[in-house]
């Protein structure tokens, strides 16, 4: 991912989007069918492959520069990028509950 806490931020909220989306759209085309066992392996095959984006959107430069010796720029990266998307997380939050989306 940057160094850039912003672009990190709404990458992690467009994929979060992203999966929503397929998730909503699979399950109007699916309707009443009943579950399969193929379900659960899904949800967890995707939650692997969801920490596993989140991990690198979040921690991906904090570690190279880590690596590179510097801590503080690292710690202020990984704090910027989770202070930005607990920000966007609360409008997301407002929007809901004020009726707008």
Not at 5 to 32: K, W
Not at 76 to 94: D, H, N
């Given at each position: 991912?940057?160094?850039?806490?912003?672009?990190?931020a709404l990458s992690a909220s467009a994929y979060i989007?992203?999966?929503?989306?397929?998730?909503?759209?699979?399950?109007?085309?699916?309707?009443?069918?009943?579950?399969?066992?193929?379900?659960?392996?899904?949800?967890?095959?995707?939650?692997?492959?969801?920490?596993?984006?989140?991990?690198?959107?979040?921690?991906?430069?904090?570690?190279?520069l880590i690596i590179d010796g510097k801590k503080k720029?690292?710690?202020?990266?990984?704090?910027?990028?989770?202070?930005?998307?607990?920000l966007i997380t609360v409008v997301a939050l407002l929007?809901?509950?004020?009726?707008?989306?």
């Amino acid at each position: 991912m940057t160094k850039n806490p912003i672009i990190n931020a709404l990458s992690a909220s467009a994929y979060i989007t992203l999966v929503v989306g397929v998730i909503n759209f699979i399950t109007r085309t699916l309707g009443s069918k009943p579950d399969s066992a193929i379900a659960p392996i899904v949800f967890l095959s995707l939650l692997t492959l969801s920490v596993s984006i989140m991990a690198s959107v979040f921690f991906y430069q904090p570690l190279l520069l880590i690596i590179d010796g510097k801590k503080k720029e690292a710690i202020s990266l990984i704090v910027q990028t989770v202070a930005v998307f607990g920000l966007i997380t609360v409008v997301a939050l407002l929007l809901l509950f004020s009726g707008i989306i």
